[in-house]
């Protein structure tokens, strides 16, 4: 396939264009929904195949939207307690999720909203018995087996690293 050249204005136009997918089952996201309306950043409430929240480029080249739900998503936990409750109770669901994802080649982020970080899994800063030995175990483990970033946040930034990271993919993808 041949490599289109891309001006930089084009670029910038795109960046703003998109429009943020978001997961249908996604709850208690009104931070990141106030985040987007705020920037005028259009959204469409949908079912993802897995992930939170994925984009489209509205009406693309080919006459049809451009979507990217199959290339980059990013999946959020509200909490260090949510992300345990996925890697004990909810395991099996929360694997299968991310290995269709990795079939398909896509590039997942994990993103946590805990701005304590993996200071706050190693202090055992969360309300569950996983202890953090067992935690941090899953966490790198689940990194390495499904080649997923994870990323900790303030859930106040949630929005911005949303918009951000599908931003940046989709400008590397033009450049």
């Known amino acids: 396939m041949a ?13 703003k264009d ?18 987007l309306d705020k920037t ?5 409430v949908g079912k993802l195949s897995y992930g939170d929240y994925s984009f489209l480029l509205p009406e693309a080249a080919q006459g049809h939207d451009l979507t990217f ?15 345990s409750g996925n890697l004990t109770r909810e395991r099996e669901r929360f694997d299968r999720e991310f290995l269709r994802a990795k079939a398909d080649g896509c590039k997942a982020y994990l993103m946590i909203e805990d701005p304590g970080g993996y200071s706050a899994v190693i202090g055992h ?15 790198k ?5 499904f080649d997923a970033n994870v990323q900790f946040i303030d859930r106040q930034h949630s929005g911005y690293f949303i918009l951000s990271t599908f931003q940046y993919y989709l400008r590397q993808l033009m450049k």
């Open 3 to 15: 490599k289109i050249a891309f001006t930089e204005k084009q670029i910038e136009q795109a960046k």
């Open 18 to 35: 998109l429009v943020i997918l978001v997961d249908s089952r996604e709850q208690k996201n009104g931070h990141i929904l106030e985040y």
């Open 40 to 44: 005028g950043i259009a959204y469409r």
């Open 69 to 83: 739900c199959q290339d980059i998503v990013i999946e959020r936990k509200a909490s260090l307690e949510e992300l």
């Open 125 to 139: 800063k969360y309300r569950t018995q996983m202890n953090p030995q067992a935690f941090m175990a899953s966490l």
């Open 141 to 145: 483990t689940w990194e390495g087996r």
